[in-house]
């Protein structure tokens, strides 16, 4: 029926973490943990997306330009454009897509 999950609560701080929270015709939910000086390396989205930034500080990369990025703060980002992303501190995220 309905059930309440831990999943971002209980992710792990262990340099890079994904996890598919939910997936369906119209959107992808994924949960991202960034250990401090982790890197998530260079890549790119299928769709264009939204990064909710739930806790920590990390810079995201793209277009050669830095944008930071703290805590309950959000960003908007096009399909098929590379970007990577720093972590200045433990860091958690939503990326919605």
Known sequence: MYTIQNT?????????????????KAFEILSISLEKDAVFPTHTSPTDAQLIMLEGDIIFHIHGEPYHIKAQQNFSFPKETEHWVSANENSKFLIIR
């Open 8 to 24: 971002i609560k209980s992710q792990e701080f262990n340099k890079l973490q994904v996890q598919k929270l939910a997936t369906t």
